[in-house]
C-alpha cells in the first residue's frame, strides 16, 4: 500500500438521540466499544487521529489503553458544529490523503480492508437501513460507479461517512462531511457493509449484525 | 514552511522526570515536594505560590548540588533532536530557576533558546528569587504565529494562545486546563516528534 494517509476517526459528538448518556464512540457492541472495534482493523496504518469533544478524556483512556501512538485531535465546538469540523481540524498537517471514518459506525471486517487496500479518493455508501440517513446519487461511466451527488430524498445507496479524500481538500469547514466533498464531485464511489448508530433502533440493528457473525 | 516558532515546556515535556520531585528524592525532601506538585498540578495552590514555596524546600542545599542533579536528569532525545535541528525557531519557556538548570539547558544546546526565572546567589546559596517568567511577556516578545508544547496548567496560557497548541502526555497526566484548550494532545514522543516535523 503506497498511499500516504491520515486515518481520522470523528468522535466528538454527544450522541444525545441515543439517549445513552455517552458518547457513540464508547459505546459497546456485544462487550467492546465502536472506536476499538475500528482501531483493531487498524493495526497496520501508523497515522490515526482521533478527534473529541464530548467525553473527551473517557475517550482518550479507552483508545490509550488499546494503543499508544494516536494523535488526539480537539474539536472544543463540538456543540455546535458537524463532524465536518472535526474532520477539517484533524485534515490540517495530515498525510496526502485523509480516510474519514465517523466513530458511531460499525464496518464489516472484510469491507474495511477493501477501504484499505484503496489507493484513490473514493465515497462509500451501502444499502439504506438506518433511521436518519443522507442518499447518495450516483452514475457509472466505462464500467465505474461515480458519486455525483448528495441528496437527503433520493438516491441509490445511503451515504455512511467513510470517505478516502486527498487532505488538502478537506481543510475547512464547518458543517457535515459531505459538505467538504461536495465541491470535488464526481468522486470514484465504494460500496461497503456498515451500520451507523444514531437511534437505539439503529443499535438494536447494530448488535444483532455483529452477534450474528456480520450476516 | 510554515513560519512557526516553537516553545516548549522543559519540566516533563522535554526532561523525562519531574525536575524537582526527581531532585528532592535525592535530597532527602522529596515527600514534602512531591505534594506541592501533585497540588499545584490540580490547580489547588496558584503556581506562583507553588513555586516559591518549592525552592524555600531546596534553599538549604547549595545550588551547585541542585544544578548538578537537574544537570543529570535524563531527556526526551527525540524533541532534543528536534530542536537542534531547528535551533533557531525553537524556545524553551520554563519557570525553573537559571542557577539550577544551566547545566541541562546547556547539555541540550538551548542556553541561548532559554525563557526562565532568575535566582540571586550568594556562596552558593539562593539569596532570593529575582524574577519569575511570565509566558505571557514571552508570548509578546515572540510576535509571530507559534506551536506550543506542554503539559502543565501554568502552560496553558501558552498552549491556548498558539496556533497550534499541543497537550504532551508522555511522562504525567496532562493538567485539565490544558485538556480544556489544547489543539492537540499525544502521548508518545515518536508521535510528537513526527507531528512537529509536518508543521516545519
Redesign the interface.
Known amino acids: 500500500m503506497a498511499v500516504s494517509r491520515t486515518v481520522i476517526i470523528s468522535c466528538a459528538g454527544m450522541g444525545s438521540r441515543l439517549g445513552l448518556g455517552s458518547t457513540k464512540a464508547l459505546l459497546e457492541i456485544d462487550g467492546k466499544p465502536l472506536i476499538i472495534r475500528h482501531l483493531e482493523m487498524l493495526g497496520h496504518e501508523s497515522d490515526i487521529r482521533v478527534v473529541v469533544g464530548y467525553q473527551?478524556?473517557a475517550v482518550?483512556e479507552v483508545v490509550?489503553k488499546y494503543r499508544?501512538?494516536?494523535?488526539?485531535?480537539?474539536n472544543?465546538h463540538y456543540r455546535e458544529t458537524g463532524t465536518g469540523a472535526s474532520v477539517a481540524?484533524a485534515a490540517k498537517?495530515?498525510n496526502d490523503y485523509i480516510l474519514s471514518l465517523d466513530g458511531d459506525l460499525l464496518v464489516h471486517p472484510e469491507d474495511m480492508e477493501k477501504v484499505l487496500a484503496c489507493d484513490h479518493e473514493f465515497v462509500s455508501g451501502g444499502i439504506p437501513g438506518t433511521d436518519d440517513l443522507w442518499m447518495l446519487q450516483t452514475y457509472t461511466e466505462n464500467g465505474r460507479e461515480f458519486v455525483s451527488s448528495f441528496s437527503k430524498n433520493t438516491g441509490t445507496y445511503e451515504w455512511n461517512g467513510i470517505t478516502q479524500m486527498k487532505s488538502r481538500k478537506m481543510r475547512n469547514g464547518t458543517g457535515h462531511v459531505f459538505q467538504l466533498i461536495e465541491p470535488y464531485l464526481p468522486v470514484p464511489f465504494l460500496e461497503l457493509r456498515t451500520r451507523e448508530i444514531d437511534t437505539v433502533n439503529d443499535y438494536e440493528r447494530a448488535l444483532a449484525w455483529v452477534k450474528n457473525g456480520f450476516q | 514552511m510554515s513560519g512557526y516558532v516553537f516553545l516548549f515546556d522543559l519540566d516533563a515535556t522535554i526532561t523525562r522526570q519531574e525536575i524537582l520531585p526527581a531532585v528532592s528524592r535525592k535530597l532527602g525532601v522529596y515527600e514534602k515536594m512531591s505534594f506541592l506538585t501533585e497540588c499545584t498540578m490540580r490547580g489547588e495552590i496558584p503556581f506562583k505560590q507553588s513555586f516559591l514555596q518549592r525552592v524555600e524546600l531546596l534553599k538549604e542545599v547549595p545550588v551547585s548540588q541542585v544544578r548538578r542533579l537537574v544537570g543529570e536528569i535524563p531527556v526526551n532525545e527525540k524533541l532534543v533532536e528536534f530542536m537542534a535541528e531547528n535551533r533557531e525557531r525553537c524556545y524553551l519557556v520554563t519557570v525553573h530557576l537559571d542557577i539550577w538548570i544551566i547545566d541541562l539547558v546547556r547539555r541540550i544546546g538551548m542556553e541561548n533558546n532559554l525563557f526562565c526565572s532568575k535566582a540571586l546567589v550568594k556562596n552558593d546559596h539562593i539569596q532570593d528569587v529575582v524574577s519569575i517568567v511570565d509566558k505571557n511577556a514571552v508570548m509578546n516578545q515572540i510576535r509571530l504565529p507559534f506551536v506550543a508544547v506542554g503539559d502543565g496548567n501554568h502552560d496553558a496560557e501558552m498552549i491556548q494562545a498558539a496556533e497550534v497548541g499541543i497537550g504532551y502526555g508522555g511522562v504525567r497526566q496532562v493538567a485539565p486546563a490544558v485538556l480544556a484548550c489544547a489543539s492537540h494532545v499525544v502521548y508518545q514522543e515518536e508521535k510528537l516528534a513526527e507531528f512537529l516535523e509536518r508543521l516545519l
Open positions: 473527551a478524556e482518550i490509550r499508544e501512538d494516536v494523535l488526539f485531535v480537539f472544543h481540524l498537517y495530515a
